[in-house]
């Protein structure tokens, strides 16, 4: 018996409300160090340089990578208001942590396709756009030996006239970031940056003007001009364009299989043009000829095939242009996920053909900010609220049944008996048969179950008018019949209860009564209730050579209603309740304290 004693405390102190508190704070905190910083690696996982293809085309120059950033649109200290709990505050550590992973992929060069700043368009003091450009390069830090070229976009530097846009925007773009339009060479590449939203802006004049762009004169500068004098020089080294707004294209054009939702369909409004016009897009491709596009601007993924005209002679090679616009790296109410582009390239002069593949180009993702909340945190915090719910709600449930239990003297059963009740351990302990001596209780039963006097239940006497060693006499406390209910007629055999039809309100004791006595409820009652609840989930398992089960259940609806009866019974109810009110706040705060924190410390690292 001692041991089955000290197995069942050990079983306790396991399942102990200390306990599952501690393996709630611990989980929590495993769950937000994921959340907040571990989704990112899990992310990225699967993303990898496109070397692969490169090598299996022949190539054995080890290849250059490009990182390419589309829309960081970093958010302004000083206009946003930044704070820890604000949509900027958010943003911005999003691109903290989503920027320290990626750099772990060793990039050779980084290409930022526009919008670099989400306000640089709006800022009118160099102190201030000085104070901004520190911001984002404190945010996005790259080894000196890694170059990186900046695409102007329409939050860098304006598009369209507007009195709130600044004067002096493209200037401090060109101080703090580079030229507006360049070439640089890269791996026997010619990359073309080019200032997309002057290209919108100088469209407009000469359209305005009803000029075609043969007898254009462009703007001293602009990027017109600079389309015109890279195509004059003569170079067979391949053409990769970047422009922050994308190419024109028909508005039943498919963006593929990796775009969230929907197309790129042409619109302009105040400060923006979701791409460029069909003159212009035509203009651009059959004068550079470029071997692929990159573009921005848009936020979701877009690949999609131009076509260009064969009977041109300088492309009979060549009769499309793949133009590929990446993801925004910022999040943003129009995407579910993040991302950016990885561009690997050869020189072509290490290829084995002369048309064999030069670059190769890989999609990658960030996390869901929306499903982690949706898709974890909800499911956690409701199964977190109900573990604290049914461990401050049901001690006292739990009490009453232990001890119930605890001062009865337990003694094996004869093989053939049957097992003990669940609501009472004096049907462990009595038979109605014939035993060799007393089997009687050595302890009296708890105050929960005594009642003021026998004679108000009734008197159980033999058949015969002398008893037998073991049979109960004059004390109903012996017998297990007044512990189950009289209307449970499947439990016992109804003739061993009294007659109640010589009256209704003389019982045998001789005393009138207009009160029934009070039985607690049999097994089946509890059986019968149980099938009224609306969930449960049981899982049954072998531990230590014993097969055991383990079930959770919603609250029946009996049980509601009493917990309800029981809030308004008296001033020890009402004090009950709000003791466990307390205790549910105080469990609460301190399942969450230990989150909270290194939920705070994560974001002060990222912040």
Known sequence: MSFIHERRTRNSRLLSRNTIINLLRFFWVILVIWCEFGVFFYSLSDCKWPDKELKEAGSTEKPTRVLLISDPQLPNPRRSGISWFGYSASSTRYLRKGWSVVTRLHPH?????GDVLASGRYVTSEDEYENYVDEFKGIFSTDKSVPNYFVPGNRDVGLGES???????RKYFTEYFGPLNQEVNLAGHRLLFIDAPGLVDEDYRRHGMGKQYETWTPAVGGPIEFIASVAIKASSSPIILFSHIP???PASTSCGPLREQGSIRASAGHGYQNMLGKQTTRFVLHTLHPAVVFSGDNRDYCNITHQLRSTDANILAKTTV???????FSPSRHIRRPGFQLLSLVHPDSAVSPHGPTFADAHCLLPDTFRIFSSIYVPALVLTAIALLYFNISPDRHHRRSSTLSPVSVSRSRPGSPPPGPESAIWSNWSP????GPTTPSTALPP???????????TFRALSSSSTPGSPLDSPLLSPIPLFHAGHEDEMNPVHYPSQHHNDNIWPSGEDTHEAPSFLPSPSAHRSERKWSSWSWSWSFVFRERRRRVTIALPTWGEMRRFGASLNNDSTSRGKRRGMVWRLAGDSMSVALPAVVTWALIGWLFF
């Open 247 to 249: 190419l024109s294209r």
């Open 448 to 458: 929960s179950l005594r009642v003021s006097s026998a004679k108000e239940i009734f």
């Open 109 to 113: 060069a980084v290409v930022w396709l």
């Open 163 to 169: 009195s709130t846009f600044s004067k002096n925007s």
């Open 322 to 328: 793949r133009e590929v616009t990446v993801k925004s």
């Open 433 to 436: 048969r014939r035993s060799n």
